[in-house]
C-alpha cells in the first residue's frame, strides 16, 4: 500500500488543511499563555503551553502522512523550505499586502512586507544550506573514493 499523499487529491488538501489548524492552534496558545502569565495566571500559562504541545504532536502527524520520513533527504528537506518561503516571498503575502493596502490597513500592509522580505532571507538561508550540503557531499565523495581507491590497490598488492 502507497501512503504517500498525492498533492492533488482531496485527503491531502484536508491533510494540509488540518496541519495549518494545528499549527495555528499551537502558536495561538502560546500566544495565550504569555499573555496569561503577564496577565499573573502561571497556572493558565502552563495549561495553554501543555495544550499547544499537544498541538504540535497532532501537527507532526499530518506531517508524516504528507512527507514520509523515507521520502525525506536533507537536500530534499532544504527544497522544500526553499519552496515554502519563496512562495510566501513571491505570492502569498504580495497578495495579502495588495489587500491590506485596498481596504487601507496600512499596519497591516506593513506587517506583510516585513514578512515577505524575512521569508526571502530564510530562502536565501535554505539556498544557502542546500549549496553547501551539496558541496559538502561531494567533498565526501571525493574522499571515499580516494580511500576506496587506496584500499582496492591495498588488496590487490
Known amino acids: 500500500m502507497n501512503t504517500r ?12 488543511a488540518a496541519f495549518a489548524g494545528e499549527s495555528m492552534a499551537n502558536r495561538k496558545y502560546l500566544y ?3 499573555i496569561a502569565r503577564e496577565l499573573g495566571d502561571e497556572e493558565v500559562a502552563q495549561l495553554f503551553e501543555k ?11 499530518h506531517l508524516e502522512l504528507m512527507h514520509p520520513k ?11 523550505a526553499v519552496e515554502g518561503e ?7 503575502y504580495p497578495e495579502f ?11 497591516a500592509v506593513a506587517e506583510f512586507q516585513e514578512q515577505a522580505q524575512e521569508s526571502q532571507i530564510h ?8 549549496k553547501r550540503f551539496k558541496a559538502f557531499t561531494l567533498v565526501e565523495k571525493a574522499h571515499a573514493d580516494r580511500y576506496q581507491k587506496m584500499l582496492d590497490k591495498k588488496q590487490s598488492a
Open 5 to 16: 499523499i498525492q498533492s492533488h487529491n482531496q485527503t491531502a488538501k484536508n491533510l494540509e
Open 97 to 107: 499586502e495588495r489587500i491590506a493596502r485596498e481596504e487601507g490597513n496600512e499596519a
Open 51 to 61: 495544550t499547544a504541545n499537544e498541538e504540535t504532536g497532532h501537527a507532526f502527524a
Open 123 to 130: 530562502a536565501d538561508t535554505f539556498m544557502q544550506a542546500a
Open 86 to 92: 519563496l512562495y510566501e516571498t513571491n505570492t502569498m
Open 70 to 80: 523515507k521520502d525525506l533527504t536533507v537536500q530534499r528537506l532544504l527544497e522544500l
Open 32 to 34: 495565550f499563555a504569555k
